[in-house]
């Protein structure tokens, strides 16, 4: 670890370069999170010289921005292997580090963690001070003002870093605001107002109450006010690349016993003048070209997300019924050319996947097609509203799993596997799924005709199947037979069907190939006739084993009491999937076709003899 306590302020500076020129060779070759990492590298370098990382928890918001603090924590070495199989993680990992407080790669958690470790070390009687590090997209999330609603009125001594890097949670008005902000982010602003507090005690009511009212109004033309009416003392804005104004912003701080935010203003991408700005797409990349900041991504067949965003907009276009949201995600979830066309129709509503979900209800009740659309790891966050406000109301919201499946470098915080599993278990829902562009296109019909709650998902990247003409239209707990076969049969459902086609064509005899469509319902009467017919069963979905597909059927058989069949599921075992590129962790996981084939053939002759 670097111990840069007795650094001068040019050291630090120094250093503060060095870690961006780290971050830009690495990023450029391995793809990863750009923009934010680079503008928060010198708050990061500031907390790591004011607060003592061995002892003071430091915990990390969603934590894509924490590449400084892995860099800074003995991993300058491996920083070479960020996001590849094997290699460090993208985001804050404790089994990593032990300087890794906490895992985190959803976002909004940190200030209620920060609550839980200051209540540990009161608890255990330590000088110790949890450091909260969270941006200002994550305070748009009620979980953040839950948290800071009992710090306020527990008064534990907690740092909290808001890295505002877009100015959404207030911008400074004027010379004037700008004068007063520094001031009060000075010491001898805070060791004043702290003095004028104790005297107030002992003022009579009527002269305390006139001094309140002109810090009141001394603090509106701040943006504190939120905080210091919740009880939390606030400091800033500050300058979040001035490292010895952060310093010592962040010593005061230290040293006041009590909850405090400091707002510090950044700018993202700082230190590559291609990326700066709020320029959306430099948020996340994939490798690029570090003179001309040019992509390196090879043009590929189209996404999921491609097909499903130019079929929204075709379906807004013929019929203004259709509405949508989508949390803080338009661009990921290809929600950005229908929000541009028809704004007043779709929303983006910030990281507030609960907000999402239940504010859905109501249009569908009013007779609007809600299209819900959010990645299958972040509808996690709104799951009690998927079931109190959509469910149970059995009102017609469809749900656009964006991302099922392995997504690759994110690893285990974005894997989109419980999706089938959570959604599964509730009363009023329908699930099915499309395995290529026509079908996909098909089912987005069939959820706009749709009354009740449903959600159908789809991978990122491109459909593993190649697209097909005869596709029958959606119907409602049916299956599609894509092949006719001898002795197997392989069922697969969503993406897993373009996993079950290129397993069969890989062995010797054909065998039938089921297109599900459907998980629930399930279609009965199909499986029934083909469980005559076919006695060796292998299920294909990118989804966790237990609750999914396999689950689904075996529930099946056992009702109908098929004991004769023999079921097989290659759908994830009951584990978090690690971060790499997805063919690597397939491979990892025994699930790439020629794997598969080789367990078909293994198990059938097993059943053999």
């Not at 200030?111 to 255990?124: E, M, N, P, Q, T």
């Not at 520094?182 to 107002?193: H, I, V």
């Not at 998927?386 to 392995?406: K, T």
């Not at 690759?408 to 999706?419: K, L, M, N, Y």
């Amino acid at each position: 670890m670097t111990d840069i306590s007795t650094y001068s302020s040019e050291e630090l500076n120094a250093l503060a370069e060095k870690i961006r020129k780290k971050i830009l060779a690495t990023v450029s070759k391995t793809g990863g999170h750009l923009s934010s990492t680079m503008g928060a590298v010198d708050l990061i370098v500031a907390m790591h010289k004011v607060f003592d990382v061995r002892k003071d928890p430091f915990i990390f918001d969603v934590s894509h921005q924490a590449y400084a603090h892995k860099l800074l924590t003995g991993r300058w070495e491996k920083f070479d292997t960020l996001r590849k199989f094997g290699g460090i993680c993208g985001y804050t990992k404790p089994q990593e580090s032990e300087y890794d407080y906490y895992v985190a790669g959803h976002s909004s958690t940190s200030i209620s963690l920060a609550v839980g470790a200051a209540k540990a070390i009161a608890l255990k009687g330590e000088d110790r001070i949890p450091v909260a590090f969270i941006g200002d997209g994550s305070m748009s999330a009620g979980m953040v003002y839950e948290a800071l609603n009992e710090l306020g009125d527990r008064k534990y001594p907690v740092v909290i870093i808001l890295n505002d890097n877009e100015m959404s949670i207030a911008k400074p008005i004027g010379a004037i605001s700008k004068l007063l902000s520094q001031t009060m982010a000075g010491s001898f602003y805070q060791k004043f107002k702290g003095k004028v507090e104790k005297m107030l005690d002992h003022f009579p009511d009527s002269a305390s109450y006139m001094a309140k009212r002109f810090e009141d109004s001394f603090k509106l033309i701040t943006p504190g006010i939120l905080f210091e009416e919740m009880g939390i003392e606030y400091i800033g804005p500050v300058d979040g690349h001035n490292i010895d104004s952060l310093i010592e912003t962040m010593e005061v701080a230290k040293t006041l016993g009590k909850p405090v935010i400091i707002h510090a203003q950044t700018t993202k991408g700082k230190g590559y003048e291609i990326a700066e700005g709020t320029k959306e797409h430099w948020h996340g990349v994939s490798a690029f070209n570090l003179e001309t900041g040019v992509s390196e991504k090879k043009a590929g067949p189209k996404t999921a997300t491609a097909v499903f965003s130019e079929t929204l907009v075709k379906m807004a276009e013929e019929d203004e019924k259709i509405v949508g949201v989508t949390a803080a995600m338009p661009s990921g979830t290809g929600m950005s050319a229908v929000i541009e066309k028809y704004p007043e129709r779709f929303w983006d509503v910030a990281i507030a996947e609960q907000h999402a979900v239940t504010s859905m209800g109501p249009l569908a009740k009013e007779g609007f097609k809600p299209f819900c659309t959010i990645y299958s790891t972040f509808l996690q966050r709104g799951y009690d509203q998927v079931i109190h406000d959509i469910a149970l109301m059995d009102l017609g919201v469809a749900f656009a799993l964006d991302r099922a499946g392995i997504v690759g470098e994110d690893g285990e915080t974005h894997q989109g596997v419980f999706d089938i599993s959570y959604l599964r278990a509730i009363p009023n829902m329908t699930l099915f799924a499309p395995y290529n562009e026509t079908t996909m296109k098909l089912c987005m019909a069939f959820a706009k005709e749709f009354d009740h709650p449903c959600a159908f998902r789809y991978p990122r990247g491109a459909f593993l199947a190649n697209d097909r003409s005869d596709e029958p239209a959606f119907e409602l707990g049916r299956s599609n037979l894509l092949q006719e076969g001898e002795e197997i049969l392989l069922i697969g459902y969503g993406n897993g069907v373009g996993r079950a086609l290129k397993v069969a064509e890989l062995l010797e005899k054909t065998p039938a190939v089921l297109d599900l469509r459907f998980v629930k319902p399930l279609d009965e009467e199909m499986l029934e006739a083909l469980g005559k017919q076919y006695k060796q069963w292998y299920i294909f979905s990118d989804s966790a084993k237990q609750g999914g597909v396999g689950s689904a059927i075996l529930e099946l058989l056992s009702r109908k009491q098929m004991q004769d069949i023999a079921l097989t599921s290659f759908e994830y075992d009951d584990m978090f999937i690690t971060h790499g590129n997805t063919k690597l962790v397939e491979e990892s996981l025994g699930l790439l076709p020629e794997q598969l084939a080789a367990r078909v053939k293994q198990k059938n002759k097993k059943q053999k003899s």
